[in-house]
Nanobody
Framework: QVQLVESGGGLVQAGGSLRLSCAGS????????LGWFRQAPGKEREFVAT????????YYRDSVKGRFTLSIDNAKNTAYLQMNSLKPEDTAVYYC????????????????WGQGTQVTVSS
């Protein structure tokens, strides 16, 4: 089992920055793929970014490329999503999730989920 806990959400003005954290615990193996997803009210959960736990290979959705950066501190078993130049359309609950399947953008492929953290960007 893998446990994931997000933190770092909050309220920020457009153009501002936030850093989300995803602390992992339990049986974490090097093949874990960590994904970030978000869900806005009335919308489906959507992929934001993924990172491979051991090698730190990242992949982003087009709308966040150049603004969001995903990284991992293996010593702390923690992943970070640095979000810059935030826009109102980034407002959502952000979730981190883990899978031992191949790297994927599909939320249904992820087994382990955190509780989510709210990000609100005001215009």
């Amino acid at each position: 089992q893998v446990q994931l806990v997000e933190s770092g959400g909050g309220l920020v003005q457009a153009g501002g920055s936030l850093r989300l954290s995803c602390a992992g615990s339990g049986r974490i193996f090097s093949s874990l793929v960590l994904g970030w997803f978000r869900q806005a009210p009335g919308k489906e959960r959507e992929f934001v970014a993924t990172i491979t736990w051991s090698r730190g290979i990242t992949y982003y959705r087009d709308s966040v490329k150049g603004r969001f950066t995903l990284s991992i501190d293996n010593a702390k078993n923690t992943a970070y999503l640095q979000m810059n130049s935030l826009k109102p359309e980034d407002t959502a609950v952000y979730y981190c999730a883990g899978t031992y399947s191949t790297r994927t953008t599909r939320p249904e492929a992820y087994t382990y989920w955190g509780q989510g953290t709210q990000v609100t960007v005001s215009s």
